[in-house]
């Protein structure tokens, strides 16, 4: 059939494309989020490794694309959990950004 291999290329290159800008939005999202979590980290420092440790990062895992936020020091887990999460910072840094994040998404899709 006349052209089907200039579509299916073309098909191709905008997917390839639209993975990428999936990535790069990831990307922007995961280091946004870890200055948030680094400026809005409710205890206060001792050395400042716990602030300091505070990561955002991207994963690819197949077709699917991940945003972390986690902690570094082996303490965050505690930082997280004890006290009734008096001094956690993922989850609600995590759950103040999901609205945003998804709208963002909505954006790069319906921009077409």
């Given at each position: 059939?006349?052209g089907?291999d200039?579509?299916?290329?073309?098909?191709?290159?905008?997917?390839?494309?639209?993975?990428?800008?999936v990535?790069?939005?990831?990307?922007?999202?995961?280091?946004?989020?870890?200055?948030?979590?680094?400026?809005?980290?409710?205890?206060?420092?001792?050395?400042?490794h716990?602030?300091?440790?505070?990561?955002?990062?991207?994963?690819?895992?197949?077709s699917?694309?991940?945003?972390?936020?986690?902690?570094?020091?082996?303490?965050?887990?505690?930082?997280?959990?004890?006290?009734?999460?008096?001094?956690?910072?993922?989850?609600?840094?995590?759950?103040?950004?999901?609205?945003?994040?998804y709208?963002?998404?909505k954006r790069?899709?319906?921009?077409?």
């Amino acid at each position: 059939m006349p052209g089907a291999d200039e579509v299916t290329r073309n098909l191709r290159d905008w997917a390839a494309r639209r993975r990428a800008e999936v990535i790069a939005l990831a990307q922007v999202w995961a280091g946004t989020l870890e200055a948030q979590a680094k400026v809005n980290a409710p205890w206060v420092d001792d050395t400042g490794h716990a602030r300091g440790g505070l990561t955002g990062s991207t994963y690819v895992a197949g077709s699917k694309v991940l945003i972390a936020l986690g902690h570094t020091m082996s303490y965050g887990v505690f930082l997280e959990l004890a006290r009734d999460g008096k001094y956690a910072i993922l989850k609600p840094t995590l759950d103040a950004a999901v609205p945003e994040i998804y709208q963002t998404y909505k954006r790069l899709w319906e921009g077409e």
